[in-house]
């Protein structure tokens, strides 16, 4: 299973540094969509020349204008780019036929899709490389929030799968037996007193 981190700084200098704490115990370095807006797509360049042998990914959320999106962030230097699972299927489509003319990949977000076992499905025969099974950092915050049900969907599904949504070391062992193929650690990563050690023990758990 990889490590990704979501970096979801503001700026390009932070995550710069960020990055460079915890690049040898990721394996994919994600730009979260707030930095993206904050800093713009040159972000997504600064850490692709900085770390040319990890993984890119560009969290850009694109819900239309899904091809001319997804031809952006490639050419900035991103692998991998996000387009929403709620967007209309062209849209996907079209991010995807973006992926293959740079032999990079799109990854969609299930974030706020209530069926996301049936929707998983669908967007991987439209050729997403994986899907993300997503709760953002508002749904994080209400009460009583845990992984079980983005576990359950994701092994349910039975296509390639991405965990994110408060991902630490108590739980990167549940990600892993429901066999995702990337859990996604953020706050647990950036927000540590020491990101390196955070992010090596996270390595560490993942058996």
């Known amino acids: ?16 540094e960020l990055a460079g704490k915890v690049a040898e115990y990721v394996d994919i370095i994600e730009l979260g969509t707030p930095l993206i807006k904050a800093a713009g797509l040159s972000v997504v360049t600064a ?5 040319p042998d990890k993984i890119v ?10 091809e001319l999106e997804a031809d952006i962030a490639f050419k900035a230097g991103a692998d991998l780019m996000t387009v929403l699972g709620t967007a209309d299927d062209s849209t996907i489509a079209g991010a ?14 299930l974030i706020g899709v209530a ?12 050729g997403a490389k994986f899907v993300e099974m997503h709760a953002g950092l508002d ?14 969907a994701g092994a349910e599904a039975r296509v390639p799968f991405s965990v994110a949504g408060g991902v630490k070391v108590a739980t990167i062992g549940d990600v892993q037996k429901a066999g995702a193929e ?13 990101p390196a050690l955070a992010a090596k023990e996270l390595r560490d758990a993942i058996a």
């Open 1 to 16: 299973m990889k490590l990704q981190v979501a970096i979801d700084l503001l700026t390009t200098e932070d995550a710069l």
């Open 96 to 109: 995807v036929k973006a992926a293959k003319a740079h032999n990079k990949g799109v990854v969609v977000d």
């Open 47 to 51: 850490i692709k020349e900085a770390h």
């Open 57 to 66: 990914f560009a969290d850009m959320k694109t819900m239309d204008a899904g």
């Open 182 to 194: 990337v859990a996604v650690a953020g706050g647990a990563i950036y927000s540590a007193a020491d």
């Open 115 to 126: 069926d996301k076992v049936t929707r998983a499905k669908e967007v991987r025969a439209l």
């Open 139 to 152: 749904e994080q915050a209400k009460p009583g929030f845990d992984l079980k049900g983005l576990l359950s």
